[in-house]
């Protein structure tokens, strides 16, 4: 996988600034007060510094923006990036400052010189959230990743307390890494092989294969994959960190490694962002990579469905019933909703097999949540209030966009089917909802449930707040923040 970049903690030393390669960071204040470091970067430069601050630029950067002074005179650094901060800026800017730095480092060594800085720790996740670049498939010379060194106050403390962010970045970077795979090289097959892997974390992991999950009854995840020569699966990942006996919150995520839209085929333009559709299930197990790598005090089990949706003579047909783990009937009216037809048996197993606290689902799922929230915001569905508001809390915290939709009766008669229990689709009208709906006939009344639908918020066109564009790992800082909030003992 792709590894974040190394950090290293040291004392400010400031006769180190002239001699430092690479690129080299100082803070400077709104009003234009400069700490010693930048003084002494000032007295390096020849006042450039303060020239630069003095000005009418200056006077209009907002907290957490970056001025870079190429090639400064007196350095041998090829580049001083100014940081403009206040003494007490919130974690947000502090991050966003951490971004730019993150953004403008590129391949080269990196000294921050931010003893002056009272949150580090934000700071050096932005850096590290920022500088993330897949490569995998490239050919070209790969220059090696310049370090990153942040010079402040008591290093080794700062280093204790970064080691959990740095833990979830590695999260994070999982994350991103599954969503950027092409689908010839994330197959059903080598996802499953990467999440067996993480037993060397300390996860339980159990692959179920296709034998297993025809005996449970799971048919509507195996009638996703009829088509596809790949082998349907469905991995589990076991953390069992909290106190002995506790039911475990479920993380499930939907693991369509590549989505044609089966015989309900999708057009060709476009098709190929479709091996994000996996982006759900990649949230799931770059979450339970951050929670075993900071040893979480929780009980957490991440359970995803991998299959690749395909057209073939053997593939599901619409107007095909297919029954459920649970027993009820379902009408495939359309082949590309089958996203939903996944998490449905996966929703059910998790809660036959480990009775949790409560649920929360992910899924690439409709198009519609796009058209009603952009690239801004998941959309969350919820049957509780308290799990609901907790999660939106959290991912507010961490600066992931979460905006809650609305369920009701109205909508799920929408589902009703002529033939069986309910169609797999309710029309156009209102579609992240009625695909909520479907989903809630699959979970039980007496345990809490979310459905964050994350199709406009799993892989983007554009820069996004901690990611170049491509697949931005959103939600996995907002899962893991939420079970340290709220389920982890002491």
């Given at each position: 996988m792709t590894s974040?970049?190394?950090?290293?903690?040291?004392?400010l030393d400031i006769d180190k600034i002239a001699g430092a390669e690479g690129r080299v960071a100082v803070i400077v204040t709104p009003d234009g007060k400069l700490d010693a470091a930048a003084r002494r970067a000032n007295k390096l430069t020849k006042g450039a510094l303060a020239r630069l601050v003095e000005s009418e630029a200056w006077e209009k950067k907002k907290a957490g923006d970056l001025v870079t002074i190429a090639w400064p005179t007196g350095m041998a650094a090829e580049a001083l990036d100014v940081i403009c901060l206040p003494r007490s800026a919130k974690p947000d800017e502090v991050r966003k400052a951490g971004v730019a730095l993150g953004k403008a480092k590129g391949k080269s060594a990196l000294l921050v010189l931010a003893g002056q800085v009272r949150r580090p720790v934000d700071l050096t996740l932005g850096i590290v959230l920022r500088a993330y670049e897949f490569t995998t498939h490239k050919t070209a010379d790969k220059k090696e990743d310049g370090d990153v060194t942040l010079m402040v106050a008591k290093p080794g403390e700062i280093k204790s307390e970064a080691a959990a962010a740095l833990a979830v970045a590695e999260g994070v970077f999982f994350t991103r890494d599954l969503v950027s795979e092409p689908a010839n090289h994330l197959t059903t097959t080598e996802f499953a092989n990467r999440i067996a892997a993480m037993k060397d974390l300390g996860l339980k992991i159990t692959i179920l294969e296709e034998d297993e999950l025809k005996k449970k009854g799971m048919d509507l995840l195996l009638s996703v994959g009829h088509g596809s020569a790949s082998p349907s699966k469905v991995a589990v990942m076991e953390w069992k960190g909290g106190k002995k006996g506790d039911a475990p919150l479920a993380l499930i995520g939907k693991g369509v490694v590549f989505d044609t839209g089966g015989i309900s085929l999708k057009p060709a333009a476009g098709m190929e962002d479709m091996t994000m559709d996996m982006g759900g299930a990649g949230v799931?197990?770059?979450?339970?990579?951050?929670?075993?790598?900071?040893?979480?005090?929780?009980?957490?089990?991440?359970?995803?469905?991998?299959?690749?949706?395909?057209?073939?003579?053997?593939?599901t047909r619409p107007g095909d019933v297919v029954t459920s783990m649970k027993g009820d009937t379902v009408e495939i009216i359309n082949t590309d909703a089958e996203g939903r037809l996944v998490l449905a048996d996966v929703l059910w197993y998790a809660q036959e097999r480990y009775k949790?606290?409560?649920?929360?689902?992910?899924?690439?799922?409709t198009g519609a949540i796009i058209v009603a929230l952009g690239h801004e915001n998941a959309g969350v569905f919820s049957n509780d209030d308290t799990i609901s508001r907790n999660f939106i809390k959290a991912a507010e915290s961490e600066g992931?966009?979460?905006?809650?939709?609305?369920?009701?009766?109205?909508?799920d008669d929408m589902l009703k089917s002529q033939i069986a229990d309910m169609k797999n689709v309710g029309g156009r009208s209102g579609g992240s909802i009625t695909a909520a709906q479907f989903l809630q006939r699959f979970v039980k009344e007496d345990c809490p449930w979310i459905h964050l639908d994350i199709a406009g918020v799993a892989s983007v066109k554009a820069d996004t707040k901690y990611a170049p564009k491509g697949a931005t790992g959103w939600g996995v800082m907002a899962l893991n923040r939420l079970v340290a909030d709220c389920y982890e003992d002491g």
């Open positions: 974040p970049v190394s950090v290293n903690f040291q004392d799931v197990a770059g979450a339970m990579r951050a929670i075993a790598l900071r040893k979480a005090k929780a009980n957490v089990v991440g359970l995803v469905g991998l299959v690749e949706n395909m057209p073939s003579d053997r593939a949790p606290s409560g649920m929360i689902n992910l899924a690439t799922l992931e966009g979460a905006w809650r939709m609305p369920m009701g009766k109205a909508y």
